[in-house]
């Protein structure tokens, strides 16, 4: 396959998921950005997870991940913490707005998904989850991961 049409189908795939849009979702009234919806599912899923460790996970400089922090914090939906054991490190924690609007967000894109993969029989289906496992795995492995490519 050619590097164009490996591209494309990258570029295509992109803009079918709505990773280009200004907001991924509205939930509970409110518009909410991609890196919002990652924010909300990390904490969601990691258990009192520190504003570092977030960040980390989403691969994110601090100063832009605090910025998005604090724009939860002014909706309601992120609570920040100082840690007992060290005052330096916050701890941050979905508010009840939040988990309601994490979990709102996860059942609009896993009903996405299953929609999607309706069209699909059995075999494709695990065909493709296995095959976006491999992708995973090897982005993970790449020196070049989450950097652009420079000329």
Do not use: W
Not at 118 to 145: G, P, Q, W, Y
């Amino acid at each position: 396959m050619k590097d164009e049409n490996l591209r494309e189908l990258f570029q295509t795939m992109t803009r079918r998921f709505g990773f280009l849009n200004k907001s991924c979702c509205t939930s509970g009234g409110y518009d909410i950005s991609l890196i919002q919806s990652h924010i909300l599912y990390e904490i969601d899923r990691q258990h009192k997870p520190s504003i570092q460790q977030i960040a980390e996970t989403l691969g994110t400089d601090i100063t832009t991940f605090s910025r998005q922090i604090q724009s939860l914090i002014k909706m309601n939906m992120v609570k920040k913490t100082p840690d007992p054991d060290d005052r330096r490190v916050y701890i941050l924690s979905l508010t009840t707005e939040g988990k309601f609007v994490a979990t709102m967000i996860d059942q609009q894109m896993n009903s996405y998904l299953n929609e999607v993969f309706s069209h699909m029989n059995d075999f494709e289906k695990e065909t493709v989850i296995r095959s976006i496992n491999l992708l995973n795995d090897a982005m993970a492995k790449s020196s070049k991961c989450c950097t652009a490519p420079m000329g």
